[in-house]
Protein backbone atom coordinates (compact mmCIF):
# COMPACT_ATOMS: atom_id res chain seq x y z
CA UNK A 1 0.00 0.00 0.00
CA UNK A 2 1.07 3.42 -0.91
CA UNK A 3 2.00 5.46 2.51
CA UNK A 4 0.89 9.16 2.48
CA UNK A 5 0.92 11.16 5.59
CA UNK A 6 -2.25 12.18 6.80
CA UNK A 7 -0.37 16.23 6.58
CA UNK A 8 0.19 15.35 2.64
CA UNK A 9 -2.94 14.10 2.66
CA UNK A 10 -4.68 17.43 3.44
CA UNK A 11 -2.17 19.70 2.14
CA UNK A 12 -2.96 18.28 -0.99
CA UNK A 13 -7.00 18.34 -0.42
CA UNK A 14 -6.54 21.95 0.67
CA UNK A 15 -6.03 22.80 -3.07
CA UNK A 16 -7.70 20.61 -5.22
CA UNK A 17 -6.13 20.96 -8.23
CA UNK A 18 -3.07 19.92 -6.71
CA UNK A 19 -4.03 17.07 -5.11
CA UNK A 20 -5.61 15.69 -8.87
CA UNK A 21 -2.27 16.05 -10.34
CA UNK A 22 -0.64 14.51 -7.42
CA UNK A 23 -2.87 11.59 -7.83
CA UNK A 24 -2.18 11.21 -11.46
CA UNK A 25 1.41 11.59 -11.76
CA UNK A 26 1.39 8.67 -8.42
CA UNK A 27 -0.60 6.73 -11.33
CA UNK A 28 1.81 7.59 -14.46
CA UNK A 29 4.62 6.57 -12.26
CA UNK A 30 6.56 3.31 -14.20
CA UNK A 31 6.00 0.05 -12.58
CA UNK A 32 8.98 -1.01 -11.03
CA UNK A 33 9.41 2.53 -9.69
CA UNK A 34 5.51 1.99 -7.92
CA UNK A 35 7.31 -1.50 -6.58
CA UNK A 36 10.58 0.03 -5.35
CA UNK A 37 8.44 3.10 -3.42
CA UNK A 38 6.04 0.48 -2.39
CA UNK A 39 8.76 -1.47 -0.71
CA UNK A 40 10.63 1.36 1.34
CA UNK A 41 7.18 2.86 2.31
CA UNK A 42 6.33 -0.25 3.95
CA UNK A 43 9.25 -0.25 5.59
CA UNK A 44 9.33 3.24 7.12
CA UNK A 45 8.04 6.80 6.82
CA UNK A 46 9.88 7.20 3.62
CA UNK A 47 8.54 9.97 1.07
CA UNK A 48 11.44 11.01 -0.68
CA UNK A 49 12.32 7.32 -1.71
CA UNK A 50 12.53 8.10 -5.66
CA UNK A 51 14.58 11.20 -5.66
CA UNK A 52 18.11 9.09 -4.77
CA UNK A 53 19.33 12.60 -3.40
CA UNK A 54 21.73 12.38 -0.96
CA UNK A 55 23.13 15.36 1.83
CA UNK A 56 24.90 15.91 5.16
CA UNK A 57 25.45 18.96 7.65
CA UNK A 58 28.27 18.22 10.55
CA UNK A 59 28.63 20.18 13.65
CA UNK A 60 31.36 20.74 16.61
CA UNK A 61 29.39 22.99 19.18
CA UNK A 62 28.54 26.20 19.15
CA UNK A 63 29.49 28.89 21.43
CA UNK A 64 31.61 32.08 22.87
CA UNK A 65 34.00 31.41 19.40
CA UNK A 66 35.90 35.04 18.11
CA UNK A 67 38.21 35.22 15.79
CA UNK A 68 40.55 36.86 17.34
CA UNK A 69 40.42 34.01 20.35
CA UNK A 70 41.26 31.58 17.06
CA UNK A 71 45.07 31.79 15.67
CA UNK A 72 44.95 30.79 12.07
CA UNK A 73 46.20 27.47 12.59
CA UNK A 74 43.43 26.23 15.13
CA UNK A 75 40.87 27.72 12.82
CA UNK A 76 42.09 25.84 9.78
CA UNK A 77 42.24 22.69 12.20
CA UNK A 78 38.55 23.13 12.68
CA UNK A 79 37.65 23.65 9.04
CA UNK A 80 39.62 20.60 8.17
CA UNK A 81 38.13 18.57 11.23
CA UNK A 82 34.07 19.57 10.06
CA UNK A 83 35.16 19.24 6.51
CA UNK A 84 36.50 16.17 7.07
CA UNK A 85 33.36 14.31 8.90
CA UNK A 86 31.24 15.82 6.25
CA UNK A 87 33.35 14.00 3.49
CA UNK A 88 33.30 10.73 5.69
CA UNK A 89 29.34 10.70 6.09
CA UNK A 90 28.67 11.76 2.63
CA UNK A 91 30.92 9.65 0.88
CA UNK A 92 29.28 6.52 2.55
CA UNK A 93 25.41 8.22 1.74
CA UNK A 94 26.98 7.98 -1.75
CA UNK A 95 28.14 4.76 -1.95
CA UNK A 96 24.39 3.35 -1.14
CA UNK A 97 25.18 3.47 2.92
CA UNK A 98 22.06 3.75 5.17
CA UNK A 99 22.00 7.00 6.84
CA UNK A 100 22.84 5.96 10.38
CA UNK A 101 25.98 4.21 8.93
CA UNK A 102 27.17 7.56 8.00
CA UNK A 103 26.38 9.25 11.06
CA UNK A 104 27.85 7.02 13.05
CA UNK A 105 31.20 6.79 10.79
CA UNK A 106 31.47 10.81 10.71
CA UNK A 107 30.66 11.20 14.52
CA UNK A 108 33.26 8.69 15.21
CA UNK A 109 35.62 10.43 13.24
CA UNK A 110 35.08 13.83 16.09
CA UNK A 111 35.23 11.37 18.88
CA UNK A 112 38.68 10.90 17.99
CA UNK A 113 39.61 14.51 17.66
CA UNK A 114 40.64 16.16 20.54
CA UNK A 115 39.73 19.75 19.23
CA UNK A 116 35.76 18.64 20.21
CA UNK A 117 33.96 17.54 23.65
CA UNK A 118 32.90 14.49 22.32
CA UNK A 119 35.30 11.35 23.27
CA UNK A 120 39.12 12.61 23.41
CA UNK A 121 38.87 16.18 24.17
CA UNK A 122 35.70 15.84 27.01
CA UNK A 123 35.23 18.25 28.91
CA UNK A 124 35.90 17.14 32.84
CA UNK A 125 33.10 16.94 35.52
CA UNK A 126 33.28 19.07 38.96
CA UNK A 127 35.03 15.80 40.32
CA UNK A 128 37.38 15.77 37.69
CA UNK A 129 36.53 12.46 35.61
CA UNK A 130 34.55 12.32 31.90
CA UNK A 131 30.53 11.15 31.57
CA UNK A 132 30.06 11.10 27.72
CA UNK A 133 26.16 11.21 26.51
CA UNK A 134 25.24 10.28 22.92
CA UNK A 135 22.09 9.24 21.12
CA UNK A 136 21.07 8.68 17.33
CA UNK A 137 17.51 8.50 15.68
CA UNK A 138 16.41 7.02 12.39
CA UNK A 139 13.43 9.14 11.21
CA UNK A 140 12.15 6.06 9.14
CA UNK A 141 10.83 3.88 11.77
CA UNK A 142 11.46 6.24 14.58
CA UNK A 143 14.04 4.18 15.85
CA UNK A 144 16.02 5.95 18.62
CA UNK A 145 19.40 5.03 20.96
CA UNK A 146 21.22 6.87 23.59
CA UNK A 147 23.73 6.40 26.37
CA UNK A 148 23.78 8.64 29.07
CA UNK A 149 26.70 9.24 31.94
CA UNK A 150 29.16 6.62 30.22
CA UNK A 151 32.78 6.77 31.16
CA UNK A 152 34.60 3.60 29.68
CA UNK A 153 33.37 3.51 26.44
CA UNK A 154 35.44 5.44 23.67
CA UNK A 155 32.77 5.62 21.41
CA UNK A 156 29.56 6.54 23.05
CA UNK A 157 27.98 7.12 19.85
CA UNK A 158 27.93 3.43 18.54
CA UNK A 159 26.99 2.67 22.41
CA UNK A 160 23.79 4.67 21.25
CA UNK A 161 23.37 3.07 18.11
CA UNK A 162 23.28 -0.41 19.84
CA UNK A 163 21.01 0.43 22.10
CA UNK A 164 18.71 1.45 18.86
CA UNK A 165 19.58 -1.69 17.31
CA UNK A 166 19.44 -4.56 19.64
CA UNK A 167 17.95 -3.26 22.83
CA UNK A 168 14.52 -2.94 23.40
CA UNK A 169 15.09 0.17 25.22
CA UNK A 170 15.78 4.10 24.46
CA UNK A 171 17.81 4.91 26.44
CA UNK A 172 20.46 3.26 28.96
CA UNK A 173 22.65 4.79 31.58
CA UNK A 174 26.10 4.72 33.53
CA UNK A 175 27.20 1.14 34.69
CA UNK A 176 24.25 -0.62 32.70
CA UNK A 177 24.76 1.36 29.55
CA UNK A 178 28.54 0.08 30.21
CA UNK A 179 27.83 -3.39 30.55
CA UNK A 180 25.09 -3.59 27.72
CA UNK A 181 27.52 -1.93 25.27
CA UNK A 182 30.70 -4.37 26.31
CA UNK A 183 28.14 -7.33 25.75
CA UNK A 184 27.44 -6.16 22.40
CA UNK A 185 31.14 -5.93 21.37
CA UNK A 186 32.18 -2.63 22.55
CA UNK A 187 35.58 -2.54 24.13
CA UNK A 188 35.75 -1.16 27.91
CA UNK A 189 38.39 2.17 27.93
CA UNK A 190 39.84 3.95 30.89
CA UNK A 191 38.21 7.16 31.40
CA UNK A 192 41.88 8.56 31.30
CA UNK A 193 42.06 8.32 27.50
CA UNK A 194 39.71 11.37 26.97
CA UNK A 195 41.99 13.72 29.32
CA UNK A 196 43.33 16.72 27.87
CA UNK A 197 45.21 19.46 29.07
CA UNK A 198 42.85 22.31 27.47
CA UNK A 199 39.99 20.56 29.40
CA UNK A 200 41.62 20.27 32.31
CA UNK A 201 42.66 24.16 32.28
CA UNK A 202 39.10 25.14 31.85
CA UNK A 203 38.18 22.65 34.74
CA UNK A 204 40.31 25.02 36.80
CA UNK A 205 38.98 28.27 35.51
CA UNK A 206 35.52 26.71 35.85
CA UNK A 207 36.51 26.31 39.56
CA UNK A 208 37.53 29.60 40.23
CA UNK A 209 34.14 30.94 39.14
CA UNK A 210 32.36 28.33 40.70
CA UNK A 211 34.22 29.44 43.75
CA UNK A 212 33.18 33.17 43.01
CA UNK A 213 29.29 32.62 42.01
CA UNK A 214 27.51 29.19 41.92
CA UNK A 215 24.40 29.93 40.90
CA UNK A 216 25.68 32.22 37.72
CA UNK A 217 28.31 29.91 36.80
CA UNK A 218 25.93 27.26 36.20
CA UNK A 219 22.53 29.20 35.28
CA UNK A 220 24.06 32.05 32.88
CA UNK A 221 26.38 31.49 30.33
CA UNK A 222 26.75 34.43 29.11
CA UNK A 223 28.36 35.60 32.32
CA UNK A 224 30.88 32.64 32.17
CA UNK A 225 32.23 33.10 28.60
CA UNK A 226 30.92 29.43 28.10
CA UNK A 227 32.45 27.52 25.04
CA UNK A 228 30.98 24.50 23.99
CA UNK A 229 32.25 21.66 21.80
CA UNK A 230 29.46 18.37 20.82
CA UNK A 231 29.40 17.29 17.84
CA UNK A 232 26.34 16.09 15.30
CA UNK A 233 25.76 14.62 12.08
CA UNK A 234 22.21 15.02 10.41
CA UNK A 235 21.56 13.20 6.62
CA UNK A 236 19.29 12.14 4.00
CA UNK A 237 20.33 9.03 2.95
CA UNK A 238 19.26 7.24 -0.55
CA UNK A 239 16.48 5.93 0.30
CA UNK A 240 14.98 8.88 1.95
CA UNK A 241 15.57 8.05 5.19
CA UNK A 242 16.70 11.32 7.54
CA UNK A 243 18.85 10.47 10.83
CA UNK A 244 20.18 12.21 13.47
CA UNK A 245 22.85 12.07 15.63
CA UNK A 246 24.72 13.46 18.71
CA UNK A 247 28.04 13.15 21.15
CA UNK A 248 29.49 14.78 23.97
CA UNK A 249 31.21 15.29 27.02
CA UNK A 250 28.44 17.86 28.42
CA UNK A 251 29.33 21.00 30.20
CA UNK A 252 32.80 21.77 32.03
CA UNK A 253 32.32 21.06 35.74
CA UNK A 254 29.00 19.69 35.37
CA UNK A 255 27.84 17.89 38.61
CA UNK A 256 27.73 14.21 39.32
CA UNK A 257 25.25 12.38 37.26
CA UNK A 258 24.09 15.69 35.24
CA UNK A 259 22.97 14.30 32.01
CA UNK A 260 22.17 17.27 29.32
CA UNK A 261 20.27 17.05 26.29
CA UNK A 262 22.37 15.23 23.90
CA UNK A 263 21.22 11.90 25.06
CA UNK A 264 17.74 13.47 25.22
CA UNK A 265 15.04 12.21 22.00
CA UNK A 266 13.29 15.40 21.23
CA UNK A 267 15.59 17.88 23.62
CA UNK A 268 19.59 17.16 21.37
CA UNK A 269 18.45 14.86 18.45
CA UNK A 270 15.18 14.36 16.59
CA UNK A 271 14.59 12.57 13.13
CA UNK A 272 11.30 12.16 11.26
CA UNK A 273 10.91 11.60 7.91
CA UNK A 274 7.79 13.70 7.23
CA UNK A 275 9.59 16.86 8.96
CA UNK A 276 13.20 16.90 9.80
CA UNK A 277 16.38 15.25 11.62
CA UNK A 278 17.99 17.62 14.04
CA UNK A 279 21.11 17.77 16.24
CA UNK A 280 21.91 20.08 18.75
CA UNK A 281 24.78 21.87 20.71
CA UNK A 282 24.55 24.63 23.53
CA UNK A 283 23.51 24.83 26.66
CA UNK A 284 21.47 21.91 27.58
CA UNK A 285 18.77 22.70 30.21
CA UNK A 286 17.68 25.02 28.00
CA UNK A 287 17.50 22.77 25.00
CA UNK A 288 15.37 20.22 27.11
CA UNK A 289 13.08 22.34 28.70
CA UNK A 290 12.15 23.95 25.56
CA UNK A 291 12.61 20.19 23.35
CA UNK A 292 14.36 22.06 21.06
CA UNK A 293 14.92 19.20 18.48
CA UNK A 294 11.56 17.74 18.28
CA UNK A 295 9.90 21.73 18.43
CA UNK A 296 11.65 22.23 14.78
CA UNK A 297 9.97 19.11 13.36
CA UNK A 298 6.83 19.65 14.58
CA UNK A 299 6.67 23.19 13.50
CA UNK A 300 7.59 22.04 10.12
CA UNK A 301 4.89 19.10 10.25
CA UNK A 302 1.60 21.23 11.94
CA UNK A 303 2.69 24.72 10.73
CA UNK A 304 3.39 23.34 7.18
CA UNK A 305 6.29 25.98 7.20
CA UNK A 306 9.84 25.77 5.52
CA UNK A 307 13.01 24.03 7.53
CA UNK A 308 14.39 27.15 7.01
CA UNK A 309 11.74 28.89 9.16
CA UNK A 310 11.11 26.39 11.78
CA UNK A 311 14.74 26.47 12.68
CA UNK A 312 15.14 29.75 13.01
CA UNK A 313 11.91 30.51 14.70
CA UNK A 314 13.42 28.26 17.84
CA UNK A 315 16.94 29.12 17.65
CA UNK A 316 16.23 32.61 17.29
CA UNK A 317 13.26 33.56 18.83
CA UNK A 318 12.00 31.36 21.14
CA UNK A 319 15.29 29.89 23.02
CA UNK A 320 17.01 33.45 22.11
CA UNK A 321 14.14 34.96 24.25
CA UNK A 322 14.29 32.52 26.98
CA UNK A 323 18.32 32.87 27.01
CA UNK A 324 19.12 29.73 26.34
CA UNK A 325 22.68 29.81 24.15
CA UNK A 326 23.19 27.49 20.94
CA UNK A 327 22.42 26.25 17.72
CA UNK A 328 21.22 23.16 15.59
CA UNK A 329 21.91 21.57 12.17
CA UNK A 330 18.58 20.32 10.67
CA UNK A 331 17.82 18.73 7.21
CA UNK A 332 14.50 17.49 5.81
CA UNK A 333 13.33 15.22 3.79
CA UNK A 334 13.94 17.16 0.41
CA UNK A 335 17.79 17.80 1.64
CA UNK A 336 16.71 21.60 2.21
CA UNK A 337 20.09 22.20 4.91
CA UNK A 338 19.29 24.91 8.26
CA UNK A 339 22.03 25.61 10.45
CA UNK A 340 20.87 28.36 12.48
CA UNK A 341 22.64 29.42 16.14
CA UNK A 342 22.71 32.11 18.38
CA UNK A 343 26.01 32.28 19.83
CA UNK A 344 29.24 34.26 18.28
CA UNK A 345 30.15 31.56 16.11
CA UNK A 346 28.90 27.77 15.69
CA UNK A 347 31.81 25.15 13.82
CA UNK A 348 29.61 23.67 10.59
CA UNK A 349 30.01 21.76 7.48
CA UNK A 350 27.46 20.25 5.08
CA UNK A 351 27.35 18.69 1.87
CA UNK A 352 24.32 19.56 -0.11
CA UNK A 353 22.09 17.30 -2.95
CA UNK A 354 24.28 18.75 -5.31
CA UNK A 355 27.34 18.18 -3.79
CA UNK A 356 27.96 21.63 -2.77
CA UNK A 357 30.72 21.62 0.20
CA UNK A 358 30.14 24.42 2.91
CA UNK A 359 32.15 25.32 5.94
CA UNK A 360 31.45 27.58 8.16
CA UNK A 361 32.58 29.04 11.84
CA UNK A 362 31.34 32.48 12.46
CA UNK A 363 28.21 34.52 11.96
CA UNK A 364 29.12 36.08 9.41
CA UNK A 365 29.90 33.32 6.47
N1 LIG B 1 24.40 20.45 24.82
C1 LIG B 1 25.51 19.90 25.54
C2 LIG B 1 25.10 19.69 26.97
O1 LIG B 1 24.42 20.52 27.53
C3 LIG B 1 26.71 20.78 25.52
C4 LIG B 1 27.13 21.25 24.16
O2 LIG B 1 26.37 21.23 23.23
O3 LIG B 1 28.28 21.66 24.04
O4 LIG B 1 25.48 18.71 27.54
Not at 85 to 112: C, M, R, S, T
Not at 244 to 249: E, F, P, R
Request: net charge negative.
Amino acid sequence: MLYFSSSQMSRSLQKPLTAICFVLSVFMMSSSALQAHNTLADNSLSQNSLTNHVAIAVHGGAGTIKRENLSSQQEQAYRLAMQEAAQIGYDLLKAGKAGEVAVVEAIKYLELSPLFNAGIGAVYTFEGDHELDASIMHGGTLQAGAVAGVKHIKSPIEAARLVMNESVHVMLTGEGAEIFAFEHGLEKTSNDVFNTKRRFDALQEAKARIAKDEVAFYRDPKAQDYKFGTVGVVVLDDQGNLVAGTSTGGMTAKRYGRVGDSPIIGAGTYADNRSCAVSATGHGEFFIRYNVAADVCARMKYQNISLVQASDTVINKVLKNAGGEGGIIAIDNKGNISMPFNTLGMYRASIDASGKVYVGIYADE
